[in-house]
């Protein structure tokens, strides 16, 4: 049977941290799905599809990992994708309560998907795409914090004269 798991997120843009989970959740599956969330309440900078786009440019060299999007419950989606589990990073004991909330409802609606925590790697600890805009907004450098990619389309967003 093919081991397929599931990196949810909202990616609005994808960092540093969210690459090394995925990176490293590649040699323990046959597929990686990173799955953007389609949350229409949102208001991302990037749309679905320029996320996409740039989770796929940046996932280039990871040959076992496909993006998609999709909207309603993250159980659903994983069980229609033929996957068994879903990979979260964990940065600290501040986000454990909120993940721990999330898979346990997610193992109650489904207990056919595992959900794996992997710890982030110490160096990305502070890092959130939250702040990572937040700082790109202002001008600062976020250079180490994402791809040079996402570097790229943040500039770009911001020069447009782009609030969020
Ligand atoms: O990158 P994020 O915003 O922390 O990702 C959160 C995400 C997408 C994993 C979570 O919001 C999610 O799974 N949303 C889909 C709806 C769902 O299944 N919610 C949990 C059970 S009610």
């Given at each position: 049977m093919k081991?397929?798991?599931v990196c949810p997120g909202s990616f609005d843009p994808i960092t540093n941290g969210h690459l090394d989970i995925i990176e490293r959740a590649t040699p323990i599956f046959d597929e990686v799905i990173v799955a953007v969330l389609n949350n229409s309440s949102k208001k991302p900078l990037f749309s679905v599809a320029e996320r996409m786009a740039?989770?796929?440019e940046v996932t280039e060299h990871l040959p076992n990992v496909r993006v998609d999007s999709f909207d309603g419950l993250l159980v659903d989606y994983a069980a229609s994708v033929g996957a068994t589990a879903i990979v979260r990073g964990l940065r600290a004991v501040s986000d454990f309560e909120y993940e721990m909330q999330v898979a346990s409802i997610n193992k109650k609606m489904n207990d056919q998907v595992e959900t794996?925590?992997?710890?982030t790697n110490n160096q990305y600890s502070f890092l959130s795409s939250s702040i990572v805009k937040e700082a790109a907004k202002y001008g600062a450098s976020v250079a180490g914090l994402v791809?040079?990619?996402?570097e790229e389309a943040l500039r770009e967003k911001y020069a447009q004269g782009e609030l969020r």
């Open positions: 081991r397929i798991a740039l989770i796929t794996l925590f992997m710890m791809p040079p990619a996402i």
